[in-house]
C-alpha cells in the first residue's frame, strides 16, 4: 500500500521539521510535539563523516546548536557537518537555541509554557534509524527529505544509506521520500520503485511539468507556495499527482489551497490546521 494510498480522501497537514513554531527543529521533542497535530512529519537527512545518516536541516552546524563553541573544544576546523563523526555530533545541543532565539516569537508570546521549554533544553541530534523506529512505534509516516549533498564526500552513496535505513525499519509504506535533487529521486525510483517520492522544486517549474514527473515515477510533486497556482493544483491532479506545498503558516492560505485540490501542506504551525 503506497504512502499516498488515501490521498484522493484527505487533506493532509505535515509538520515542518517537527512542529518547529513551539520546538527546536529536527528534535525528538519537536517531532513528540507534533503527534495528534499532523498527518505526517516531515524531517531532513544529512551524511556524518563516517557515513550515518542523520536528521539536521543546514549542511553547516551552528544555526540550531552550539556547534562553533564546540567546534573550538573539539578542536574542529570545520562547521560543516558531513566533516564530522556521529559520535562528535551526539555532543552537540540542538535544544537550548530555540529559548535563546524564539524563531517564531512563540515564547514571548506566551505559547510555550516553562514546562515546556525545558523539554527544550539539550536535545542531541538524531539518526535516520532512530527516527523511523521512533515514528514506526508511534504510528506516524514520515517525508524524509534528502538534502543535496553535491560536492561533499557522501554525494553518491546517501540514496542507499537511506533506502537502506528505511528498508530495515521495514517502514516503506509511511515513508514519503522527497528532495530538491532530483537525481536522487531518479536512484530512489531505481533501486526501491515501491517508495513514493515527491518532487521538490522552487523558483520556477520544470518544463513540460506533468510529463517530467511522469517520467521520474513521481507520485507528487511539492511546489513552494510562492510558486503555486490554482491552474497549476487544478492541472496536477488532473495528471494524477498529489500535490503537497511548502510553507503555509496562514490558516486562510491553506484553506484556498485545499478548495483548489491541494493534498497536504507543510506548516511550521501545524496546531493551526489540526488542532491538539
Known sequence: MSFFYSFDNRQYVSAHRGNRSIRPENSLCAFT?????????????????????????????????????????LGKPSLRLDSWDL??????????????????????QGMVSPDDRNLCM?????TLSELLNWAKNSRIPLNVEIKDQEGGRHDSTIVDTVLAAVASADYTESTLISSFR????????????????????????????????????????????????????????????????????????GRDLFSFGATAIFSDFPRLFRPC
Not at 88 to 99: A, N, P, T, Y
Not at 209 to 237: C, F, K, S
Open 33 to 73: 510535539a507534533s503527534i495528534g497535530c499532523c498527518d505526517f512529519i516531515e524531517v531532513d537527512v544529512q551524511m556524518s563523516r563516517d557515513g550515518v545518516a542523520v536528521i539536521h536541516h543546514d549542511e553547516v552546524l551552528g544555526r540550531t546548536s552550539n556547534g562553533a563553541e564546540l567546534a573550538t573544544r
Open 87 to 108: 559520535a562528535e555530533l551526539r555532543q552537540l545541543d540542538i535544544g537550548s537555541w530555540f529559548l535563546t532565539v524564539d524563531p517564531f516569537a512563540t515564547i514571548s
Open 122 to 126: 539539550s536535545q542531541t541530534i538524531m
Open 182 to 253: 532530483h537525481d536522487y529521486l531518479r536512484q530512489v525510483k531505481q533501486k526501491m520503485p515501491q517508495i513514493a517520492i515527491g518532487v521538490l522544486q522552487e523558483e520556477e517549474h520544470p518544463d513540460n511539468l506533468l510529463q517530467y514527473l511522469a517520467a521520474l515515477d513521481a507520485q507528487a510533486y511539492h511546489p513552494d507556495v510562492e510558486i503555486t497556482t490554482p491552474e497549476l493544483i487544478r492541472e496536477l491532479r488532473g495528471g494524477g499527482f498529489g500535490v503537497n506545498i511548502f510553507t503555509v503558516n496562514d490558516p486562510a492560505i
